[in-house]
């Protein structure tokens, strides 16, 4: 069964250094996007991609923020000086062309920032 | 009023018994809606979608009253596996797509 993969599993930084998290998500879908869950709490709608162009995103994803295709598979998230409050899984999820809009949900990656 | 209200939880149930998660929503434009479960440290997986008409999938019923602006999901029969998180997800298509998680209300049968 296809399934979304996130790299890295645990990134450890420390604060105020870039962070790259990286997402494969099922090869046919065509609707991308960037959760994020701080521990204890709910999850937290970051960015929509769609058209390799951002189509939505929340209050959360301010300038340090940024989310690119590179090329026909990757689906990467930039925090370019993280904080303490960055903390928190992050889950990328693709939706597939059948309009259903049911979310498939990567394994997430914990960042931890020191 | 909150975006999309659960329960607040946990919930404390003997192993067989029938569970009932309730959840609002606030936006009326709201079209999409699911229930995911979320185990410990793990990602939200889908569980079911929830329809106009109510759906049911084995031991699993979910229902949406869009005047109320209301979604529930019933388990029945409960097992030991069923403990979990479960999440009401809404998708307003107003204008893009806007995905709301609720908070998440938590489930531990015991046994």
């Known amino acids: 069964e296809p399934e979304v993969t996130q790299t890295p599993s645990h990134q450890v930084t420390q604060m105020g250094q870039e962070v790259i998290l990286r997402c494969v998500p099922i090869?046919?879908?065509?609707?991308f996007y960037w959760y994020r869950q701080i521990l204890g709490q709910k999850v937290e709608f970051l960015v929509s991609?769609?058209?390799?162009?951002?189509?939505?995103k929340s209050e959360i994803f301010d300038d340090q923020f940024s989310v690119e295709r590179p090329d026909g598979s990757n689906f990467t998230l930039k925090i370019r000086s993280t904080k303490l409050e960055d903390s928190a899984m992050y889950f990328c999820?693709?939706?597939?062309?059948?309009?259903?809009?049911?979310?498939?949900f990567g394994p997430g990656t914990r960042l931890t920032v020191l | 009023r909150k975006e999309v209200e659960q329960d607040p939880g946990p919930f404390n149930v003997p192993e067989g018994a029938t569970v009932a998660f309730n959840c609002t929503y606030s936006?009326?434009?709201?079209?999409?809606f699911f229930w995911y479960r979320q185990d410990c440290r793990k990602e939200p997986k889908l569980l079911m979608s929830?329809?106009?008409s109510g759906n049911e999938d084995g031991r699993f019923t979910a229902q949406l009253n869009r005047a109320s602006q209301y979604i529930s999901l019933l388990i029945r029969d409960s097992k030991l596996s069923d403990s979990a998180t479960y999440l009401c997800?809404?998708?307003?298509?107003?204008?893009?797509?806007?995905?709301?998680f609720g908070k998440g209300t938590r489930l531990h049968i015991l046994p």
């Open positions: 997800v809404v998708i307003a298509t107003n204008r893009d797509d806007k995905i709301i």
């Open positions: 991609f769609y058209n390799n162009e951002i189509s939505e």
């Open positions: 936006n009326s434009a709201s079209q999409s």
């Open positions: 999820a693709s939706i597939g062309t059948s309009g259903t809009k049911e979310q498939f």
């Open positions: 929830v329809y106009s």
């Open positions: 090869s046919n879908h065509l609707y």
